[in-house]
């Protein structure tokens, strides 16, 4: 899934192509990705786009009128394409959801693609962005200068939750989802199952110190990639998401997994949990 990171490389790979370009054409190609209907789709055409910008997950392409609004969800992705066919694209069992034209006889501009199916890619034509559900309950983003200690501290004091669905969640800290937290978990040498209620401010400040630096590495790696390298990118620098039975990079012990009804979180026990394995219920029961 396109996390903070990968839409932050994405948001100024647009920013660098797309600003300053007139939008041609709009072609939607699976119409269920489409969540809003007023103002259609078709009123972006002839408008300049003037800025590309994220909101945790969100990437938004703004233009002198309306926005294009994009979240990946879980296997979408941004593709930027010179020379796109001149015949519009049919609907069909393809990963195409969405093709936006800009306009010149270079025919560059973008495709919206999702892989699986399972479809969760969603756009949004909107006035302003915070018309958008998802944008307009996001938190605070951890990237920003404003997020500073003190206001971490303050988002998980009281809350009887595990750090790691704290991290991902998007209402209470924006870009976060579920490769990242696994990583800054593993930095700060942290349980994912410590509830965050229970950290001591040296332990907060362990995970906040985690969270700039895994996130920061992550967008400087990152930086100047094109699209078709980020994924590769984003695998590459993980050291215990997506890296079940593999040799913790720290200490060398074996990474482990617990698994859910549709995801995985992956740590190493002794960076983590003093040596000891968490309970996987799902694995358990497989057992039995």
């Known amino acids: 899934m396109p996390e903070l990171p990968e839409v932050e490389a994405l948001t100024a790979i647009l920013a660098e192509r797309a600003a300053g370009r007139e939008i041609a054409r709009v072609l939607p190609v699976a119409v269920s990705v489409l969540k809003t209907y007023d103002p259609p789709l078709s009123v972006l055409e002839g408008h300049t786009i003037t800025a590309a910008a994220r909101h945790g997950k969100f990437l938004d392409l703004a233009t002198d009128g309306p926005h294009l609004v994009v979240h990946l969800a879980k296997a979408g992705w941004l593709r930027w394409r010179d020379g796109l066919p001149e015949a519009p694209p049919r609907p069909g069992k393809g990963p195409l959801a969405l093709r936006l034209l800009l306009a010149g006889p270079e025919r560059s501009g973008f495709d919206l693609t999702e892989a699986g199916t399972r479809k969760g890619l969603a756009v949004y034509v909107v006035r302003d962005p915070q018309e958008v559900p998802g944008i307009a309950r996001l938190g605070p983003d951890p990237l920003e200068d404003s997020f500073t200690l003190e206001a971490f501290a303050g988002l998980l004091r009281g809350v009887r939750h595990r750090i790691k669905g704290v991290l991902r969640d998007q209402s209470v800290i924006a870009g976060i989802g579920n490769a990242y ?4 978990l593993h930095a700060a040498r942290m349980s994912p199952y410590r509830l965050a209620s229970d950290l001591t ?18 967008v400087e790696r990152s930086h100047g990639l094109a699209a078709t390298d980020l994924k590769g990118e984003k695998r590459g620098g993980m050291r215990v998401h997506g890296r079940t039975g593999q040799p913790c990079p720290v200490c060398g012990d074996t990474v482990r997994e ?4 549709d995801s995985s979180l992956q740590y190493c026990p002794t960076c983590q949990t003093g040596g000891k394995p968490l309970a996987d219920r799902r694995l358990s029961r497989l057992l039995k």
């Not at 937290?181 to 800054?184: A, G, N």
């Not at 906040?208 to 992550?218: D, F, I």
């Not at 617990?258 to 009804?261: D, G, L, Q, T, Y």
């Open 181 to 184: 937290s696994d990583e800054i």
């Open 201 to 218: 401010e040296e332990e907060i400040a362990g995970v906040y110190e985690a969270m700039g630096a895994t996130l920061r590495s992550a």
């Open 258 to 261: 617990v698994s859910f009804r």
